[in-house]
């Protein structure tokens, strides 16, 4: 018995009336569908990575190579930039800019499917949920 109370956890969480989380999930779905906001992210990314990739490493190698003189941190030169030693050709950043935008997409696909499912998916859990509630009750006459 105990077994099939927390099997029907889920189903009760499932039916349970949520009307903040319907609204934020339609806010969600709206940000992730709009191309300009897409784009957005995708820039910032871009931005972001480009601005990594020039970031001088020199420094931290020089402290590094200092605490251990084996390391490979001494061979690196004082005006390494973190592109440099990752060995990202100059286009990585737009690449991964063009990357965030079609995950967004792709999230925004996902989010508004799951969003039209959500009714139906509800309304199964509530069924399911009365089922079991009927099924209990039987077991106990």
Do not use: F
């Not at 286009?91 to 009714?119: C, E, I, K, N």
């Amino acid at each position: 018995m105990t077994r099939l109370a927390l099997l029907a956890l889920p189903l009760a969480a499932l039916a349970a009336p949520l009307p903040a989380a319907a609204s934020e999930t339609n806010d969600t779905v709206a940000v992730l569908n709009d191309p300009a906001m897409q784009d957005r992210m995708a820039d910032t990314i871009s931005a972001i990575v480009g601005a990594l990739m020039q970031m001088p490493v020199g420094p931290l190698a020089e402290a590094v190579a200092r605490v251990d003189p084996e390391s490979d941190a001494a061979y690196i030169p004082a005006d390494a930039t973190l592109g440099e030693l990752a060995g990202r050709d100059p286009d990585y950043a737009d690449r991964m800019g063009d990357d965030v935008r079609a995950s967004a997409r792709m999230a925004g696909h996902a989010a508004s499917a799951m969003a039209t499912y959500a009714p139906v998916l509800k309304e199964m859990a509530r069924d399911l949920a009365a089922q079991w509630e009927r099924e209990r009750a039987a077991a106990r006459r």
